[in-house]
T-cell receptor, first 117, second 110 residues
Framework: GAGVSQSPSNKVTEKGKDVELRCDPISGHTALYWYRQSLGQGLEFLIYFQGNSAPDKSGLPSDRFSAERTGGSVSTLTIQRTQQEDSAVYLC???????????????FGPGTRLTVL | GENVEQHPSTLSVQEGDSAVIKCTYSDSASNYFPWYKQELGKRPQLIIDIRSNVGEKKDQRIAVTLNKTAKHFSLHITETQPEDSAVYFCAAFKDYKLSFGAGTTVTVRA
């Protein structure tokens, strides 16, 4: 079946512009995560969506970052007034509901490489 | 929050030798520890995992050990092959969140 997909695969933008990154999770996966991977760094948690619950936005680095998930499926990560330090690979992952102590594997998308000039 | 540290950051091994990557975590409530492999330009993929009530798990040439008391866990790759060259990430899971280590770049020399 289809895995997690993300678009665009690459995005080059000028400092100060807004960008939108899209994630299509695996069908039936109620949990969706966004991560940021800077060069040579690990995966930094940004935001978590689970069903219709309020998202955990605790990882968003500033108020220029926002995300939404429409209809419990597709998610969009928006970065306003981009800065050069926003340059990174943005990864999306989805999983079955992780409820409590139960871990369900997170499946990652291919990522969007964002370059802010 | 959870803090995961991973060492070494880079590791070069001769083909056929073993590779060991070590991670420590801070939150004793973390209960699941997956390892992801990320090849250049590809997405991270789960290669092995271990639950907090298990001390060791093996899958062919890969094994993971967990010491809950010391809050550290390790990945062991035996008989390394060129296709093992990649970045490896450890992670600790609690509630719904994964906290990742910074990654280890493994290079297998032919």
């Amino acid at each position: 079946g289809a895995g997690v997909s993300q678009s665009p695969s690459n995005k080059v933008t000028e400092k100060g512009k807004d960008v939108e990154l899209r994630c299509d999770p695996i069908s039936g996966h109620t949990a969706l995560y966004w991560y940021r991977q800077s060069l040579g760094q690990g995966l930094e948690f940004l935001i978590y969506f689970q069903g219709n619950s309020a998202p955990d936005k605790s990882g968003l680095p500033s108020d220029r970052f926002s995300a939404e998930r429409t209809g419990g499926s597709v998610s969009t990560l928006t970065i306003q007034r981009t800065q050069q330090e926003d340059s990174a690979v943005y990864l999306c992952a989805s999983s079955l509901s992780p409820g409590g102590a139960r871990y369900n594997e997170q499946f990652f998308g291919p990522g969007t490489r964002l370059t802010v000039l | 929050g959870e803090n995961v540290e991973q060492h070494p950051s880079t590791l070069s091994v001769q083909e056929g030798d073993s590779a060991v990557i070590k991670c420590t975590y801070s939150d004793s409530a973390s209960n699941y520890f997956p390892w992801y492999k990320q090849e250049l330009g590809k997405r991270p993929q789960l290669i092995i995992d271990i639950r907090s009530n298990v001390g060791e798990k093996k899958d062919q040439r890969i094994a993971v050990t967990l010491n809950k008391t010391a809050k550290h866990f390790s990945l062991h790759i035996t008989e390394t092959q060129p296709e093992d060259s990649a970045v490896y990430f450890c992670a600790a899971f609690k509630d719904y969140k994964l906290s990742f280590g910074a990654g280890t770049t493994v290079t297998v020399r032919a």
